[in-house]
Structures are given as C-alpha cells and as structure tokens.
C-alpha cells in the first residue's frame, strides 16, 4: 500500500482526471513555444488563411475545450 | 465623419447608463435580491476587464505592425488558466480566510504582515498601471478626435470620462468597508461592459469579413485580403524570445494585474466559479481575439496605406459609411476603456488607503461614531481622484507619441515583479519577508531603469550602460536583443535570484513562519486555525476595534462570538480574528501593528515559536494519521464482516450437519429398538429370532459405518487424516476398484467395464484413491436408474491423471447439485434411499488432501460423469 494519499484514497477515475489535467498543463505551453509555431509555420494557407494561423487559432481551441471537459468531469467527481 | 454632439450624446448615455445599472444592482443586492452575481458567468465576465482599450484598439494595430505576435498577450492567459487549479483555489481560499483586500495586502500577509512588503506592492502597483490609466484615457479621446475630426479638438472627452469615472467609483466602489461585502455594482456593472466590448467588436469584425470580397480600395497597403492576412499572420524573424517573454508576461498579469487579482480573487464569490471561468474566459479571449484579423486584413486592403491601425477598429466603418457601427466601435472602446479604469483605480485606492495612508491614520485618537472607516473611505476616494488625475496628467504631457502605447507591455513587466512572492508564498514554505522585500526592490529598480523610465526619455544612459555590460558586443546595440526581452528578463532574474537566496540565507520572524504554513497549506489544514500565541483583555481589543472600525462594527464582532466585553482575556483565536476585521480598513500590516500593542499576554519567545510550528506540524501529522487510520479501521471492518459471514455461514451448516447427523442415526436407531422390543415382548420361533438379530446386527453396522464415516470426513475436513502418498499406479487402483466392485455391481445387474491403457503413474496415497473411486462406483450403480453399464475410464488430460466413472442414470436434479459434495447432500435425493450422503464429501476431501481434485463434468438425463483428477508426479506435500 504505497503511494496512496493518507486520508483522502484517490478513486482511480479521478487520478486519470488528474493526470490529464496535469498533462494538458505541460502541453498547453509546449504546444506555443517558438520551435512548435515555427514547425507550424508552412508555406500553405486554408482557404486564404496562412496555416499557423490556423493551428494557433485550433490548438487554443482544443486547449478551451479540454480545459472545459477536464474541469466539468472533476467538478462532478466531488 | 460624425457631429460631435451625436457622439458625446451617446457615449455620455452610455456613461448613465452604467450608473444605473451599478446603482440598481446595489439596490437590489441591499435587499438580498442579486442572484445573477452568483453566477460563474459574472466571474467569468469580470475577469474580462482583461480586455482593455489596448486590446480593443491596440490589438489591431500590433498585428498588423507585428504580425502574429499580437496573440500572445491571450494565450499567456489561457495558458495559466490550464493549470488554474494549481494555484487559483489556493489564492482564493487563503484571500478568503486572511480577509485579503488587495494583492499587496495579500503578500503583505504572506510575509509575516510585513509593512514594507506592502508598500513596496503599492509603489510598484501605482508606477505601472498609472500610465496604464493614462493609456486608456487618451485612447478615448483619440477614438473621439478620429470620429468626429478636429471638431473634437475642443472637447476634452479624457477629462471628463476621468471626472464620470472618479464619480463612479468613489459612489459605488468605496460606500462600505465591510469585510462580508463586496462591490456589487462595480462587478455588474464591470459584466455589462466586458459584453459591451465584446459585442461591439464582433460587429465590427463581422462587418470586416463581409468587406474582404470586395477587394482593394486605391491607394491601400495591400492588394487582396490574402496577403494582408499573410502579414498579419506572419512570424516575427527572430521573434522568438519576445514571443517567449510576452507569453509569460500575460500569463503572470492574469493574476499579477492589480485589477485582476481584484477580480479574480477577492471579488470571487464561489471557489467552483473558477473552474468554469477557466474555460470559458480563455473563450471569451480567444474571440475577441479572432475578431482581430478580419479587421486587420480588411484595413490593410480598405484603408488608405497611411491609416493609423490603431484606430482601424473606427477608420474602418467610417470609411466605409457605417455610422452606426463607428458609433458602436467608440462604446466598445470606451467600455473597455472605463471597465479597466474603474477596476483599477479601485484597486489602487485600496492599496494606497490602506497600506499609505491608513497606518498613519491609526494612531491618532478616533471621535468619528464609524472610527476610522470614514477617514478610510475618504482617503480611497480622493486616492480614486489623484490616480485618475495623474493619468489625465500623463495622457496629455504624452499626447499620443509612442512612449505611451508601449506602457501596456511596461505594466504587464512590472506588476510581474510580484509573481516570484507571489507564486513562491502559496508553495515555498521558506520564503520569508527579507526575500520577498529584496526581490520586489531589487526587480522594481531594474525595471524602473530598464523600462519604465527609458519610455519616457528618461535615464536612457543607464540602460545603454548595462546592455553593454550584460550583452556580447554583438546584441548589445540597438538592433540587438529586443529592449522589452531585456528588461523583463533581467528585472525577474534578479527579482527571482534574491528572492531565494535571501529567504535561504535569512530567517523570517515566527509570524512569518505562522502565515506561511497558514498559505502554503491553505487546502489541506483541518482544525483549528494555528494562531500566535496572545492574549489581550476583552476591553482592550473592543477600544481598539471602536476606534478602527467604530461602535457597530466592534459590537457586531464581539457578538457573532458572544463576547461580553468585560476584562477577561480574550483567546489568542478571537485576538486573530479581531486583528483580520481591522486588517480590511487598515491592511495587514498596521493591523497586526495595532493589536500587538493590546496583545499583552504571552511573550513571544523563539521556544514559543518552535511549540507553535511544531504544533501545527503536529496537527497536521495526527490528521494524516487519523487518514492512514481510518482507512485501515474501514479495511479490517470488512475483513471482520466477511469473516463473519464465512462464520455464519459455516455455523448454519454445522447445525444442518447435526441435524442431518441425527435423522441419518434415527432411522437405525428406531429399527434396532423396534426389534429388541420385539425381541424382548416375548418367545418367537428361532427363524423369526434370527431376522430380527440379522436385522439389527446390519443395522448396527450401517450405524458404525455411519460413525466411522463422520470421524473420517471431521479428520479430513481437520487435515489430521493420515495419508501415505507413495509412487502409484492410477490404472492399477481403478482396476483394484473395479473388482472389489464387481459383486455389488452384478448384484444390481449392473455391468462395470473398465477403459484403461498403459500405465499412469502418480504420487498419491493407494489405498484413499481406491476409496474415492470405489465411493464413486457404488454411487454410480445405485443410481444408474435401469441402465445396465458403469463405465470406468483412467486417462490422462492437461498433464493431470484422470479416473472418471460414468453412469447411464437420469442425472442430478439441479436442486441438489450446489450442495452435491457438501454433508449429507445425498440424501436430498428421492433416490437415496440408503446412502448416508457422505461419500462424495469424504471423497472430495480425499482428493483435496492428494493435491488434486473432484468435480461433477456432467450429468443430465443420458447419464452422469464425475472425474477424480490428480496431478501426475509432482511430489505432494503433507
């Protein structure tokens, strides 16, 4: 019985929950470091929109909504 | 271009209108009735005084200057709000349980309620976002000047959108000094504006996108749309640090920005607001935001080349003969504006009140029957009027030149000084006020010289020295490395690198090291609340909270507790408590000043210090025990119950067991007594004599079989049987069995066959495998129901010897079939006449105590299987 917090056992639906909060922190800011925007940086557009835009804009999209579903499933995990 | 009055006419209804609106939500949360305040989506919207007329105006205008880089002044913000629950609920709480009122009296009372940390806040607080302030009001006036052209030049709206805002905030920011209370009216008011903003520029972006299809005007920097939106879109060359330093600067300022901390953290109604605002105020970023490009493009391609962008948000309606909608765009800048200016002078009055002016104020006698609270809210109001008159001042000794559309970056580096104690006091158990008091001097300094001072002009010669010591020749000059990168970074190192080594150097007070474990374990402390230990007369403490807070309040106080206010020592919990209602008029600091003077009960000694630390340290400990041990009592509890159960349930088949024991023993029993009386009622014939004895001899022996076969299971079940396992052969004993069978099977007119082939050896006990297997014959035959073969197989399956015995009877009824191997199950059968019914339990044990097993393989009306398996040669043990 190792590594379960004293007074408060974690269920393991929750730890994942945490894990993917915890993942989605590191990942959010990886994902606009300089290296990453510049490999996003191509020469092609989507309908007229350069393509780093458009990740920019789908990337912090996808950050908004993992963010909303991660802390909807913990609050209705309390 | 647009007549004047229409303008003024509308943006001063606009003015109106937010005084209605604040002053009916303070009517209606006087009497209780301000639900949607309640509401996550209020929090969310106040939040979003973010958004000021930097973002509304200058957002374009540094995409299309800068490209794609504008972006990050929103990401930085979402990107901390990922990792929101990191440190939000922890500022929240610990803001709620110190009775927080501002972020310099949050840090304040991180360490150690030291007064200089305060004032250092409040120092740096008011150096950036004064020209921040300044910003804001000369966006409006230029909004207003590009709408109605020279004409404007008269009016001096900055003025008098100061003087609305001066009124608005001193009625409805500083009417009470109540602890419980909030400002309601600001924050609904604050929630209308963020939608104002939102909706006007959305409008206005939508209109842009309908713009784009129709291509260039003469004369416009760009040809078509496309390319416009390339160099919108485009990457800074060599951007990469600033794009890295921006990100972090925004990131810091959502918490860090007097405003925002207001906001966020000591306005915040309900810790589970943050979690929905953690989603939905990076959305609301992220389309105001998206709105930007479509102008950018379509000003790019619409507007002459020459057009200012900063005011493409307005050109570009005007220029396209949408009245309506450059009217809008000028109420979205001036809610964004006016939203950031009320907010903000707040805040900054409440810092200046309480950490500059109050504890000056403090020591004097009090007569007013509210104490202090009306000197303090009287100090806010005109700290309200000197802030906003400063920024008036600055906005128009700047008079639009560059040095003040940069200052939005400057603020953002300098309220990021307070990051490090900020961050560090919620998790750095160690950090202590000499830390925290350098690095913010130490951080401030450099960015006064780096930033703040070189955008003015002034001091330039100080920068240019330290590039030149700091950076390789090659980065040093103008071209080098970007001066924003420069001066954020160097003021943080430094801010950083002090603020550790010092609190690792020196050591903080015991209140330092009370309020850290109070912050750093804010979410996991049960118990009592760890307090200094004091004590102070009753009397003392109410004078001294009268003269602060005045009569009502003090009152109040010592009732919630049910305090007489008589000469009795009050307990170092109630001084506590006492000394945080005084901290909301005075702050912290001169708060703990005070109370300490009152406070004369026991010294402070460096023992008492380590009693009290270890004492919470102590509590904190047994609560984790009680943790570990209230899962490990939850833990043996079930272990008990289910230990309980299997007693239960063996109780219950041992009361079965006698009863059975003693029906079996009955029938016997009842024939020899029956026939003894026979017997003994008088003379028979000598044929009749010998039935009877025949008869109760053999029922006798099937009472001592009985027994005997009761004693053999309690031994086995017991594991006391004795076993003699040696090399065997399984086909040998099947065979053995077989004819030992043999004469009872014929007697049945059953026929037994046997199908063996080669040998199969095995470890095991000869004579108990015979058993089992002569057990299971004679069962067979008894019951193969009128068909006339046993069939007899040894085999071996799955590297396990196999003696199986099949009969042709009508099967096992399903009834019986759970209990078939427990006691007595035999005699549930109709057909069990005779059988005692312990012949498969004894067998099961048998082959259990042998290391392998019996089970039933099949049964049904074409006949039933049992297979007695064994595994083949390993040794066996016991």
Redesign the interface.
């Given at each position: 019985m190792n590594a379960?917090e004293?007074?408060?056992?974690t269920p393991p639906a929750s730890r994942a929950r945490s894990d993917g909060?915890t993942l989605?922190?590191i990942a959010?800011?990886v994902l606009?470091?300089?290296p990453a925007?510049?490999l996003a940086?191509r020469d092609f557009?989507v309908s007229?929109?350069?393509a780093?835009?458009v990740y920019?804009?789908l990337a912090?999209?996808v950050?908004?909504?993992?963010?909303?579903w991660l802390?909807?499933s913990?609050?209705e995990g309390r | 271009m647009l007549g004047a009055g229409h303008v003024l006419t509308v943006g001063g209804g606009y003015l109106a209108l937010l005084f209605i609106i604040a002053f009916l939500t303070d009517r209606l949360a006087a009497a209780g009735r301000a639900r949607f305040l309640m509401s996550p989506v209020v929090y969310t919207l106040s939040l979003a005084v973010y958004c000021t007329s930097w973002t509304f105006y200058g957002a374009v205008g540094t995409a299309v200057r800068s490209g794609?880089e504008f972006?990050t002044i929103y990401?930085g913000p979402?990107?901390a709000?990922?990792?929101?629950?990191?440190f939000l609920p922890k500022l929240v709480r610990v803001a709620k349980a110190q009775r927080v009122t501002s972020i310099a009296d949050f840090l304040s009372a991180r360490y150690g309620k030291s007064r200089p940390v305060a004032v250092l806040v409040t120092f740096i607080a008011i150096a950036s976002i004064t020209p921040y302030i300044a910003l804001q009001l000369l966006a409006v006036s230029l909004s207003f000047t590009a709408l109605v052209g020279e004409a404007g030049d008269g009016a001096d709206t900055a003025f008098w959108v100061a003087v609305a805002m001066v009124f608005f905030v001193c009625m409805f920011g500083t009417r009470r000094l109540n602890a419980d209370e909030s400002q309601p009216g600001i924050v609904a008011a604050i929630a209308f504006e963020s939608i104002v903003k939102m909706a006007a520029l959305l409008a206005i972006s939508l209109f842009a996108v309908l713009l784009l299809p129709r291509g260039a005007t003469p004369g416009a920097a760009f040809e078509d749309?496309?390319r416009a939106?390339?160099a919108?879109?485009?990457?800074r060359p060599d951007g990469?640090m600033r794009?890295?330093v921006l990100?972090a600067l925004s990131a810091a300022a959502i918490v860090c920005l007097p405003r925002q901390f207001q906001v966020a953290v000591v306005e915040n109604r309900s810790e589970?607001h943050v979690?929905?605002a953690?989603?939905?105020f990076?959305?609301y970023l992220?389309l105001m935001?998206?709105g930007v490009?479509p102008i950018a493009a379509a000003g790019l391609t619409g507007l002459p080349a020459g057009a200012e962008p900063d005011l493409f948000v307005l050109s570009l309606p005007l220029a396209h003969g949408s009245d309506v909608l450059a009217i809008a765009a000028f109420i979205g800048g001036l809610s964004a504006a006016t939203s950031m200016v009320i907010v903000a002078s707040l805040a900054l009055a409440v810092m200046i009140s309480n950490h500059l002016v109050a504890p000056e104020l403090a020591d004097r006698p009090g007569r007013s029957p509210t104490g202090l609270t009306s000197a303090v809210l009287f100090t806010r109001r005109v700290a309200i009027a000197t802030v906003l008159g400063l920024g008036y001042l600055y906005s128009r000794a700047s008079g639009g030149d560059a040095g003040l559309a940069s200052i939005g970056l400057i603020a953002f580096a300098g309220v990021a000084q307070f990051a490090p104690a900020l961050i560090g006091g919620i998790f750095w158990r160690n950090a202590n006020r000499f830390g925290a008091t350098a690095g913010l001097g130490a951080g401030a300094v450099v960015w006064l010289f780096t930033l703040l001072l070189p955008s003015f002009g002034v001091a330039t010669g100080i920068v240019a020295m330290l590039r030149h010591v700091l950076l390789p020749e090659a980065l040093a000059g103008a071209d080098g490395v970007d001066p924003l990168v420069f001066g954020a970074s160097l003021s943080l190192a430094v801010n950083l690198f002090l603020y550790a080594v010092v609190s690792l150097a020196t050591k903080g007070e015991v209140i330092d090291e009370l309020q850290a474990t109070l912050f750093v374990d804010a979410l996991h402390r049960g118990g009592p609340e760890p307090t200094l230990r004091r004590s102070a007369q009753r009397r003392d403490l109410y004078r001294l909270a009268q003269r602060i807070l005045g009569p009502v309040r003090a009152h109040a106080i010592f009732q919630e507790k049910g305090f007489a206010v008589d000469e009795q020592p009050a307990d170092s919990a109630f001084v506590a408590h006492v000394e945080r209602e005084i901290g909301y008029a005075v702050g912290a600091a001169s708060a703990h000043t005070l109370v300490a003077r009152v406070a004369t009960g026991e010294p402070l000694s460096v023992d008492a210090a380590i009693t009290l630390l270890r004492e919470t340290q102590d509590a904190m400990a047994a609560?984790?025990?009680?943790?570990?041990r209230?899962?490990e009592l939850e833990r043996t509890a079930a272990e008990l119950r289910s230990a309980n159960a299997a007693l239960t349930d063996l109780l219950t088949e041992k009361d079965d067991f006698l009863s059975r024991v003693s029906h079996e023993m009955r029938t016997p029993l009842t024939a020899i007594r029956s026939f003894a009386e026979l017997l003994a009622e008088g003379p028979h014939d000598a044929v009749r004599q010998a039935r009877f004895i025949a008869i109760i001899s053999s029922e006798a022996e099937r009472l001592t079989r009985l027994l005997d076969d009761i004693l053999d299971l309690g031994r086995l079940e017991a594991g006391m049987a004795p076993m003699h396992p040696e090399p065997i052969d399984v086909t040998a004993v099947a065979r053995a069995s077989v004819m030992a069978m043999e004469g009872f099977a014929e007697r049945s007119g059953v026929r037994l066959r046997l199908e063996a082939g080669a040998p199969v050896p095995a470890h095991a006990d000869a004579d108990r495998l015979k058993q089992v297997v002569v057990n299971l014959i004679s069962n067979a035959v008894k019951f193969s129901g009128g068909a006339d073969e046993v069939v007899v197989e040894v085999a071996v399956e799955e590297g396990l010897a196999t003696i199986r015995v099949r009969d042709g009877g009508r099967g096992i009824s399903e009834a019986i079939r759970p209990r078939l191997f427990t006691k007595f199950a035999g005699s549930f059968d109709q057909d069990n006449r005779n059988g005692a019914g312990l012949g498969l339990a004894i067998s099961r044990q048998i082959m259990a105590g042998l290391g392998g097993d019996l089970v039933l393989e099949d049964t049904g009306p074409q006949g039933t299987t049992f297979a007695a398996r064994l595994p083949r040669d390993a040794a066996i043990a016991a």
């Open positions: 379960e004293p007074g408060e056992p909060r989605l922190a959010g800011p606009f470091t300089p925007m510049a940086d557009s007229g929109v350069p780093v835009v920019v804009f912090w999209f950050g908004i909504l993992l963010t909303r802390a909807r913990r609050r | 794609l972006v990401i979402t990107l709000l990922m990792a929101w629950w990191l749309w496309h939106l390339a919108v879109g485009s990457m990469e794009w890295l990100n589970s979690a929905v953690s989603w939905l990076p959305l992220f935001t998206l490009l609560a984790r025990a009680l943790g570990v209230s899962v």
